[in-house]
Every structure is written in structure tokens, then in C-alpha cells.
């Protein structure tokens, strides 16, 4: 289970960073270095969980809800439009602050219309720079969001190593961000 979920999180790291190149292709230089870092330390640890989980093999019934559900859409639809609209006005009021301010929150549910709104206002409002660190910004607290799951749900002994991978992997996004800028 701790490797579909740290899967899950290189598959969700991944998929932000292609929306955001294909909205705007000058956010994959500013955003390579952290996503590469994150997504490393992230397939590291798939690679010693894989291999220390050794013989053990878990079964679980898993269900997923539909993505095409009518109230998921609207839900979804409701949530980018309110984030493409604060990250306009904030990001034309206040700049950065504003973006990042607005990033931060709603990256705690979800990380794509953060990603949209920031990639499609790269190079106007914002630079591509600045863009880049709301992206991550709200991918680190997206992250925090699902170490936070295990945890509350698996317990502390489940979800220690979790936790330690997922902070690794956003400490070296960190890390890079502030090596290489964005």
C-alpha cells in the first residue's frame, strides 16, 4: 500500500508539471529542477520500499468514484473558476504575494487549478519564475494534504514512513528551489 501511494504522488507530481507545460512550455525550465528532485527521492523510496517489502504481498478491494460523475465536474468546475479568478485579481493587485497567498491555500485540495492559473498568467501578470514557485508552492501543500491521510487513517506506524518520504521529497524540491531559483 505505501508503494500505490507514493506511486500516486510521483503520478500526481508528474501530471501537474505536463499541465503546466502544455498551458504555457516556458514553465518546464522553471519548474525541471524541483519536480526532477521531488520525483527522485519519491521513486527512490518505491524502489526500497519495493524491495524490502520482499515476499509480502498485500490485497485490497479498491474502488474508484468516476471522474466523469456530474457532481465531481461541477465541484471541480466551481473550484477552478473561483482559483483562475482569485489568482487573476490577487496576482494584479498584489503581485506574487498574492499569487502565492492564493496557492498555498488551495493547494491543500487541489493542485490543478493553481497549476492552470499560474501557468496561463506566466510571462503577463507574473513571471514565469513566480509562476513556478506558486506551482510548487501549492504541490508542497498538496503533499502535506496526503502525508496527512496515512497518518490519520493508517496510524502512526503505518504512516511514519510515509511521512519522512513525503517531507524528504518536498525538502528536496525546497532544496533545488533554492539552488536553482525557478
Do not use: H
Request: hydrophobic residues 60%.
Amino acid at each position: 500500500l505505501a508503494i500505490a501511494i507514493c506511486t500516486a504522488w510521483v503520478t500526481s507530481l508528474a501530471r501537474m508539471t505536463a499541465i503546466a507545460v502544455v498551458v504555457n512550455p516556458v514553465m518546464l525550465g522553471a519548474l525541471a529542477p524541483s519536480i526532477l528532485a521531488s520525483l527522485g527521492v519519491l521513486l527512490l523510496a518505491i524502489l526500497f520500499l519495493y524491495f524490502r517489502s520482499g515476499a509480502e504481498k498485500a490485497s485490497a478491494d479498491l474502488s474508484f468514484d468516476n471522474p466523469l460523475d456530474l457532481t465531481f465536474v461541477l465541484k471541480f468546475g466551481a473550484l477552478l473558476s473561483v482559483v483562475v479568478v482569485g489568482a487573476t485579481l490577487l496576482g494584479n493587485v498584489f503581485g506574487q504575494a498574492g499569487v502565492l497567498g492564493l496557492a498555498g491555500v488551495s493547494g491543500f485540495a487541489d493542485v490543478d487549478p493553481i497549476t492552470l492559473s499560474a501557468s496561463r498568467l506566466a510571462g503577463s501578470t507574473i513571471t514565469p519564475g513566480d509562476a513556478a514557485r506558486a506551482i510548487l508552492l501549492a504541490a508542497a501543500t498538496n503533499l502535506v494534504t496526503k502525508i496527512v491521510l496515512p497518518v490519520a487513517v493508517g496510524g502512526w506506524r503505518f504512516g511514519f514512513r510515509l511521512a519522512m518520504v513525503g517531507i524528504a521529497a518536498i525538502g528536496a524540491g525546497g532544496l533545488m528551489l533554492m539552488a536553482y531559483g525557478a
